[in-house]
């Protein structure tokens, strides 16, 4: 199942004895462990489990036994190793077998725990979900979310400039969300620029921008990958990034002025924006389907080819890129 599908299930305020979130995007995962979590349980109520500290014998008997204290019994495990298929099945069942009992798996890293996801169905009312990286309006939604969760007035451009200023990284966003929070005032791009301080040398958009507009990238793509970037996800945000303009080039061919709000969901900054419909309109429809193919195949030969240094084979792969379709 994905995100989407989840969402609609939450809404409908639907429970299941066992959840499995795993996937691309770490920072989902985990946001949607303690949704579910803090919808079942009282925080006291939680039990963690760690990485290291599974021990499936000790696990199952809490999740058979119910709680002394307490109607509920919620176990979440964080692990970064497949569960043995058996073990899980056995996990799972305890749960059917003592109502009181919910078991939340929050897979983290990059194992392929895809093959987990078989023993999550319907006839053990277990549900697993993946999770792949928020585009940007998703995203943004999310902030809005945990801003009125802080009871914060905010400015949706302040948002957009937050989220870009932390080169799309939500667990830096939120963080810095709750600490502006505390002045008990609006949340405005100005509020942003003297209270958050964005991570990097190197600002992600003007580096997207400089590669579409085929500008050199070398030094800004090196600092990137230096700072410790992931090359798949940083190939991810170039792909998304190419989509974006083909939506905005699209709109402007059939509807003329582009609408930011309909294409994209949001309202980013003003400067952002108008980088942005300028290149997007510059670029032939013909070109995009150029750039994905070359893309999608760049991905493909980075997650299935034996590539000695990815880093290295990236930034040759992205500076052609700039030369191809200058």
């Not at 985990?30 to 579910?36: A, M, P």
């Not at 943004?140 to 451009?157: G, N, R």
């Amino acid at each position: 199942m994905y995100k989407n599908e989840f969402d609609n299930l939450l809404k409908q305020n639907k429970k299941f004895d066992a959840y499995m979130f795993y996937g691309q995007s770490t920072f989902l995962v985990e946001y949607y462990t303690e949704i579910v979590a803090k919808s079942i349980a009282q925080k006291d109520e939680i039990e963690r489990v760690y990485f290291d500290d599974y021990n499936f014998k000790e696990i199952k008997d809490k999740l058979l036994q119910s709680s002394l204290f307490s109607s509920t019994n919620l176990i979440v495990i964080k692990t970064e190793k497949k569960i043995q298929k058996k073990e899980l099945t056995e996990l799972i069942n305890a749960c059917n077998i003592n109502p009181d009992s919910t078991l939340i798996l929050a897979c983290l890293g990059d194992s392929e725990f895809k093959t987990m996801s078989s023993c999550f169905s319907t006839t053990t009312n277990s549900i697993s979900v993946r999770m792949f990286s928020p585009f940007t309006n998703e995203a943004i939604k999310i902030l809005e979310h945990e801003a009125k969760e802080l009871k914060v007035q905010y400015d949706i451009s302040a948002l957009n400039h937050l989220y870009f200023m932390h080169r799309q990284d939500l667990s830096l966003c939120i963080n810095d969300l709750k600490k502006v929070a505390v002045l008990n005032k609006r949340v405005t791009t100005n509020i942003i620029n003297s209270h958050c301080f964005g991570i990097g040398n190197v600002s992600f958009e003007d580096f997207l921008t400089d590669l579409m507009f085929g500008n050199d990238i070398s030094n800004e793509l090196q600092l990137l990958l230096e700072e410790g970037m992931n090359e798949i996800y940083l190939l991810n945000q170039v792909t998304s990034f190419v989509q974006q303009l083909f939506m905005i080039s699209a709109y402007a061919r059939v509807f003329g002025a582009p609408n930011a709000k309909e294409i994209l969901g949001f309202i980013p900054p003003k400067n952002i924006w108008e980088k942005k419909t300028k290149l997007a309109i510059s670029i032939k429809p013909e070109k995009f389907q150029e750039m994905f193919e070359y893309l999608l195949e760049l991905e493909l030969q980075l997650k299935s080819s034996k590539i000695d240094n990815q880093n290295l084979f990236l930034q040759a792969s992205l500076r052609k890129f700039t030369v191809k379709f200058r």
